[in-house]
């Protein structure tokens, strides 16, 4: 793409699809300014491991020209799943970690890594959208809490489920699935509570019953992600009764949700380390699935912002890595950037409404009185 034609570019959310895409576009010499509301890079945790996909992540990681850093920071090793019952029973384990490409990497060392691939001041911190409107000229002016404003050809949403774009494109909001997790977590497990650990494994495991779910997932630094999961209304937090007083009276409020429990199991909740407002409620939002909107010359989104589901057969970040991926290439391989970004959205739609699809059908199932059957059932098909 030549100076010329280039778009002035806005890149709103530093998350992994939107650093993708800037990354992607530096590459191909196509300059792009991303705006992030945390103060720095390290201002929160970014969470647990993301498991990259072959025909996304890594896709994704390729076209940037990060495949050799990547193998730095990837963990092959972690792709061993477990199911249990929640008597503890073990039901199903697959450790054999041969020929699978779905190699584990923490998030916030992929967010670095990203951040690493470009150059100094393309992303601005603490820049808060607040506003964004449609000048005369057919440019977007954003404006943002600390006071800038700055006028741009082409818009990007990868600012997440609560978008401050989508509102130009869309009249969606997100809905609650009906599930709501709480996330805890155990530091370093291998050490401190290797038992945990064992249960655990290298990987993820599940244990389901009564319509509710206890997931592990093994993170960098032998930290384990803990998640408990069940139906329950939207206000739960203020109705359920949790004692929310402490750390450790919140979890064993918590852990009476799950009262005929394995003791095994629920001491992933009781030994977690997470303390007072670290026990973080989650509740599972989604769009419509097959939201898309009529195409608007000079914005679009990706992602969450474009087609926020459940992470049960959703893709979350591999997704939103490959919308990125192909928004970036239309736009340094299109003469016209607009029909660059038109026929990305085209791509976005197709591929993001079976998923999402997917990804409500799953929790629908998983959160069932069937849910441990059904998991059992198609881990064993995709054995086969």
Known sequence: MSERSAPHIAIVGAGPGGLTLASILHLHDIHAVVFEREAFSSARPQGGSLDMHPDAGQFAIRCAGLSEEFKHIARYEDQELRIYDKYGRLLLVDADVTGKDRPEVDRGQLRQMLLDSLPSGVVRWDHELTAARQRDDNTFELEFRNGWSE????????????????????????????????????????????????????????????????????????????????????????????????????????????????????????????????????????????????????????????????????????????????????????????????????TMFARAEEAAASARDAIDEVFSAEGLAHILHVMKEQRR
């Open 151 to 346: 006028r741009f050809d082409l818009v990007i949403g990868a600012d997440g489920a609560w978008s401050r774009l989508r509102p130009l494109l869309s009249d969606e909001q997100p809905i609650y699935s009906g599930v709501m997790f709480v996330a805890l977590g155990v530091d370093d497990a291998d050490v401190r509570h290797p038992e945990l650990a064992q249960i655990v494994g290298r990987g993820m495991m599940f244990a389901l019953g009564d319509s509710k779910v206890i997931i592990g997932h093994r993170d960098a630094n032998s930290h384990l992600g803990i998640y408990a999961g069940m139906r329950v209304p939207v206000d739960w937090v203020e109705t359920s009764g949790l004692d929310w007083s402490s750390g450790e009276a919140v979890k064993a409020s918590l852990a009476d949700q799950f009262s005929d429990w394995s003791e095994d199991l629920l001491q992933l909740i009781y030994r977690s380390g997470a303390g007072g407002g670290k026990v973080a409620p989650r509740p599972i939002y989604a769009l419509p699935v097959g939201h898309r909107w009529e195409h608007r010359p000079g914005v679009t989104l990706l992602g969450d912002a474009a087609h926020l589901m459940s992470p049960f057969g959703g893709d979350g970040a591999n997704l939103a890595m490959r919308d990125a991926t192909d928004l970036a290439l239309a736009l340094a391989s299109h003469k016209d950037w607009r029909a660059g970004v038109q026929g990305s959205e085209i």
